[in-house]
């Protein structure tokens, strides 16, 4: 999907962030300019791979085919999907995400342990676009 936020398989798929240097603050989507925490003066910036597990903070059910530059075959129907904005509490922040398929909102709770594994975004004859999903632990599929 982007460059740079995630990297790895399997086990070790990993979301990428960035940590600054002088306030501690993590960033995702990644920040490599400057650091976005008014407060701080500012320091390097730092990439860290983040949590792989957190909890759920919020979940939603998609029921419209998002705009570009998502990528869908306009041909077959829309299937929602849930989304999922997990709290990743060792770095204090919400990551948004969809679920893996076959999970809904009627398997979600706020406060379920998830987990980031690699995904399909999309695939052509040529390219096969990778995304993260949160899946609930336990869940293998």
């Known amino acids: 999907m982007v460059s740079g936020w995630f990297a790895g398989d399997g086990n070790d798929f990993r979301l990428l962030g960035t940590r600054c240097s002088a306030c501690a603050s993590v960033f995702f989507p990644r920040e490599d300019a400057h650091c976005r925490n008014p407060g ?3 320091g390097e910036l730092v990439e860290v791979a983040l949590s792989r597990r957190g909890r759920v903070w919020s979940y939603t059910d998609s029921r419209y085919r ?3 530059p998502y990528v869908t075959d306009p041909e077959l ?3 929602p999907r849930a ?3 997990v709290e990743l509490a060792a770095e204090r922040i ?3 995400g969809q679920s893996v398929p076959g999970v809904t909102v009627a398997d979600l709770t ?3 342990e998830v987990e980031v594994v ?4 999309h695939e052509d004859a040529e390219t096969t676009w ?3 999903h949160w899946r609930p632990t336990g869940v293998t599929a």
């Not at 690699?118 to 975004?121: K, T």
């Open 94 to 96: 919400v990551v948004l």
């Open 77 to 79: 129907p829309w299937e």
């Open 40 to 42: 701080c003066p500012g």
């Open 130 to 132: 990778t995304t993260w």
């Open 110 to 112: 706020v406060g379920m």
């Open 118 to 121: 690699s995904g399909v975004l």
């Open 83 to 85: 989304l999922i904005a």
């Open 66 to 68: 998002p705009p570009s």
